[in-house]
């Protein structure tokens, strides 16, 4: 029977086709190729912005540094909103990748599906009503709102006839996201003294803050490593309820591990980023063109392309508009729009 899993969670889903890379070896090439790019737009993270900085100079301020005003831009300002920009990449690409093949659903994002807007609006409750204005304190408003949106926008796109359809829970979840979103403005307009914590909160990696990074890294580490865990049953899930329960899968545990898993990576990132989307809703299709179905090579292409494509988006952003900036949630909306209308009018929207 460990042989039959291990042969079934390998192959693809009934109907599905291969990606670019047929055997591992090519995968493996296509992973060193994009860690490569990785590596890249990581350094033009840290030299590029309203002063860029040559990459000589970058080197010299990571591993040589020097009281200049340089070395002080690298190490106080953009190390660490390039950390952040990947940190936040990896838990927003893995939590679509995580979400579309749990229901199915190519248009799903932690976004799209009102995931961030649930997060933002907790913690705005957190804020209004109980005082609190610390990360450490509105992570757990932000967890309770990512989860309590996702059970909400299930509910509204499985009620009626039928069962949920890709369709059905992206309508429910950009529904549910413009309601929470219109109420939580509202509210910071009402009293805007009291919500002025929140002015960060709009999609946006120029803040960066090493404590605050931390604060949030040990539920990041743990949704990640979920993540990793889900993708074997996930495979097996794809081919059917019933030959996954025969390969020993069970779908409530996957079920589980995927709803903890969204919860942490999205609820976090909202938390300390703000609402960031279609990051989620881009990489694991081009990680799926790439490698195929198998979510064990989506997983650990995201991991690497995600933060490529919010890297690359918050750069944009930089010296788009020098000395100011566009804010990285703009940029990924800009790019992301026009892919979510082209993947909403394919035949095979309705599933993958």
Known sequence: MAAVADMATDRPAEGERGGL?????????????AIGAFVAVVLLSIGVGSRNIPLATVFDGLFHYADTDEHAIIQGLRLPRTVLGILCGIALGLSGALIQALTRNPLADP??????????????LGIGLFGFTTLSSLIWFAFAGAVVTTLVVYAIGSSGRGAATPVRLTLAGVAIGAILGGIGTGLTMIDPQTFNAMRHWVGSLASPNYPD??????????????????ARP???VALGEDLAA????????????????????????????????????????????????????IIAFTIVLAPILLLVSDIVGRIAMRPGELQVGIVTAFVGAPVLILLARRRKASGL
């Open 21 to 33: 890379a047929h055997s591992n070896a090519t995968r493996g090439f296509w992973l060193l190729v």
């Open 111 to 124: 976004g799209i599906l009102g995931v961030n807007a649930g997060a933002t609006f907790f913690m705005v």
């Open 213 to 230: 990074i931390v604060t949030i890294l040990p539920f990041w580490t743990v949704g990640v490593v979920l993540a990793i865990a889900a």
């Open 234 to 236: 996930l495979n097996a």
């Open 246 to 297: 025969a390969l020993g899968a069970s779908l409530v545990r996957t079920r589980v591990i995927v709803v903890v898993a969204v919860t942490l990576l999205a609820g976090s990132t909202a938390a300390i980023a703000g609402p960031i989307g279609f990051v989620g809703l881009m990489v694991p299709h081009v990680a799926r063109w790439i490698v195929g179905p198998d979510q064990r090579w």
